[in-house]
């Protein structure tokens, strides 16, 4: 049981890495920003059912297998801590700190220690400080893009709040 789990996973996580790449190639991207914490799953806290089911899922391997085909095909990986990405707002432009560093005041009124101007609504929505609703992953990404952007000299002015609001899915089991 154990052979055949390994070789599924080991088969998704290379048709997953292809759609990437694929994807990459098809719209001329040139950069895989990939977020990643060491030690993420250590000590979740999501209720036992779910930390089972999450910590199962191999992100590692993941991220391994798509730094190595962007090596393959001349694609620049860049592997970046992910700290405060999903909680800071990118249209509203917070501040991204980076964990263990001690975050700083937004401002006076909010008293000590680092604040988000907006609030992750439910799982997948995210309500920014003017009330719009934009997608969550879609938040968290242009983030993680934004803690990047200058050691790379990616221009991020071309996201728009109806980029991230519709995000396009794209389909890995089709």
């Known amino acids: 049981m154990t052979e055949r789990r390994n070789r599924l996973l080991r088969d998704a996580m290379n048709k997953a890495g292809r759609k990437v790449i694929q994807h990459c190639l098809d719209n001329r991207i040139g950069t895989v920003v990939f977020g990643w914490n060491k030690g993420q799953k250590d000590s979740a806290n999501m209720g036992a059912k779910t930390n089972q089911k999450f910590v199962q899922i191999p992100t590692g ?19 970046t801590e992910e700290s405060y990405s999903s909680s800071s707002s990118f249209v509203d432009h917070d501040s991204l700190p980076t964990f263990g560093e001690k975050p700083v005041r937004a401002s006076v009124s909010e008293g000590e220690g680092w604040q988000a101007s907006g609030k992750r609504v439910k799982r997948g929505l995210y309500r920014t400080a003017q009330g719009w609703l934009i997608n969550a992953d879609c938040n968290g990404a242009a983030n993680i893009g934004r803690k990047v952007a200058m050691m790379l000299g990616l221009d991020l002015s071309g996201i728009s709040r109806g980029d991230l609001s519709a995000p396009l899915r794209l389909k890995l089991w089709s």
């Not at 991220?63 to 592997?79: H, M, P, S, T, W």
């Open 61 to 79: 391997r993941l991220k391994d297998r798509i730094a190595q085909l962007c090596e393959q095909y001349g694609i620049r990986f860049v592997e």
